[in-house]
């Protein structure tokens, strides 16, 4: 899976120039001819490659490579693993994932109390909507009760 095959073709080389005032970064082909020195092709091959430049176990700086020789220590050498193995990078997206889980977990909490009164209310509304209708055919069964006792006292005196 080259990087941009038709430009490069089949090596492409990175070459860093550090001086006493600046540094650059070239990229060439395998012919050893000059192609780009824009940073942004350099993060495009970083990116395409997935290359992790904070693993010490693809690129190892000056610092991190003398600490680690120069440490005897056990401790030093695990987080030098725990790092490299990318478990470090694990562990800190899920401890962002924990943090993002308590705050919404929270959240639905506070939620949740805030729509517990607000069934209440809805129930209790549910339950005077029933009264009414109730009412309502109450009241129209005594208009109807009340045309049939008018229309019995006209049978009474027609009679």
């Not at 540094?23 to 060439?28: N, P, Q």
């Not at 490579?65 to 800190?92: C, I, M, P, W």
């Not at 339950?127 to 055919?137: V, Y």
């Amino acid at each position: 899976d080259a990087f941009k095959p038709e430009i490069y073709g089949d090596t492409l080389i990175i070459e860093r120039r550090i001086s006493d005032s600046s540094s650059s970064t070239v990229l060439k082909n395998h012919q050893g001819k000059k192609i780009s020195n824009r940073r942004e092709e350099l993060r495009e091959l970083v990116e395409h490659y997935n290359i992790d430049v904070e693993n010490p176990c693809v690129i190892m700086s000056q610092d991190n490579s003398r600490e680690f020789l120069h440490s005897g220590n056990d401790k030093d050498k695990f987080k030098f693993f725990y790092k490299a193995t990318l478990l470090q990078q694990v562990s800190d997206i899920l401890q962002c994932v924990d943090t993002n889980l308590k705050a919404t977990n929270a959240l639905v909490d506070d939620l949740e109390d805030k729509i517990k009164p607000m069934e209440k209310e809805i129930s209790e509304l549910v339950e005077k909507i029933k009264n009414m209708e109730q009412f309502e055919e109450i009241h129209q069964q005594l208009q109807h009760f009340k045309k049939k006792l008018a229309w019995s006292w006209v049978y009474d005196v027609d009679r």
